[in-house]
């Protein structure tokens, strides 16, 4: 069982609607992470979070919107999505720096219609 | 930054054989790590080997890695169903970042 929890598990979104994916952990750990991973494709790293403070931001549209109200929480917003943007939203943790174990949640399940 | 790179991209053996696959990377490392996926699912951590390691199991798992061709190799024995799954290596100074993987089908 993954110590990442992330809800919802599925969500279906209009291309107007505002929706928000959330994340949480009680590992203490102080980095956390958005991946967006297509079918058949490995996950691609959105967002890192290290100590709270947004630390890397990989060209992400502007209609993806991340925030990290505490060191438990990371949520993410959504807004004016396509149809493209339809994937897999993960959501991870782990200690910083780079190069420790990076545990995964289950992910959310976007479809955008 | 570095990215692993997994080969064979597609692996198709029968239960209870043995699934090896590979792990290259093109700079210098601290550790590598690898994860496995089922599908649909978050990833899952397997293993961390350190640069001064050459060689580690756990259970049907077993991990090498030879710094000096910067590659790693990850070996799966007795296979069951339960192991189809895609398998990626993370090494260090990767970003967080994964290749392609390898996509294991373990048939019944």
């Known amino acids: 069982d993954t110590e990442v929890t992330q809800t919802p598990k599925h969500l279906v979104m209009g291309m107007t609607n505002k929706k928000s994916l959330k994340c949480e952990q009680h590992m203490g750990h102080r980095a956390m992470y958005w991946y967006k991973q297509k079918a058949k494709k490995p996950p691609e790293l959105m967002f890192v979070y290290s100590y709270e403070k947004l630390s890397i931001n990989e060209s992400v549209p502007s209609r993806f919107s991340p925030e990290c109200p505490n060191s438990s929480l990371l949520n993410l917003h959504l807004h004016a999505l396509q149809p493209e943007d339809s994937a897999l939203y993960l959501c991870a943790s782990s200690h910083p720096p780079m190069g420790n174990t990076i545990y995964f949640g289950e992910g959310s399940w976007l479809t955008v219609v | 930054s570095q990215q692993g790179e997994e080969d064979p991209q597609a692996l198709s053996i029968q239960e209870g054989e043995n699934a090896t696959m590979n792990c290259s990377y093109k700079?210098?490392?601290?550790?590598l790590q690898w994860y496995r996926q089922n599908s649909g699912r978050g990833l899952v951590h397997l293993i961390l080997i350190r640069s001064n390691e050459r060689e580690k199991h756990s259970g049907r798992l077993r991990v090498t890695l030879d710094t000096s061709k910067k590659s790693s190799s990850l070996l799966i024995t007795a296979s069951r169903a339960a192991d189809t799954a895609s398998y990626f290596c993370e090494p260090s100074g990767s970003r967080l970042t994964f290749g392609e993987g390898t996509q294991l089908t373990v048939n019944p």
């Open positions: 700079t210098s490392i601290n550790n």
